[in-house]
């Protein structure tokens, strides 16, 4: 099992920024890929960034000028640095993590999510 915490969101006005972080804990040896998702009112769950243990990233076209997605040395903490907030940006932001078992079968996790709020 593989338990994932974000912290970081907040208000922020617009033209701001924010760092988002994400903490994995227990089965993280076996983590494999991680990643940011946002969900705005009304919305599906939108895809931001990824990034493998090869350290592969990947944006989502809409952040990839102002979205940054890194990682700690010891692979337990990833974050997103966003800047150039506006309103759009508004939603619950939360972490994924994937992980591969040593038989081969594939597990996915979320964490609880943090609310990003941006005001004008």
């Not at 597990?107 to 609310?115: A, D, K, L, R």
Request: glycine letters at 10%; proline letters at 2%; hydrophobic letters at 35%.
């Amino acid at each position: 099992q593989v338990q994932l915490v974000e912290s970081g969101g907040g208000l922020v006005q617009t033209g701001g920024s924010l760092r988002l972080s994400c903490a994995a804990s227990g089965s993280t040896y076996f983590i494999n890929a991680m990643g940011w998702y946002r969900q705005a009112p009304d919305n599906q769950r939108e895809l931001l960034a990824t990034i493998t243990w090869g350290s592969v990233i990947k944006y989502a076209d809409n952040v990839k000028e102002r979205f940054n997605i890194s990682r700690d040395d010891v692979k337990t903490t990833m974050f997103l640095e966003m800047n150039r907030l506006d309103a759009a940006d508004t939603a619950v932001y939360y972490c994924n993590a994937k992980r591969s078992s040593p038989t081969g079968e594939e597990y996915v996790y979320w964490g609880q999510g943090t609310q990003v709020t941006v005001s004008h």
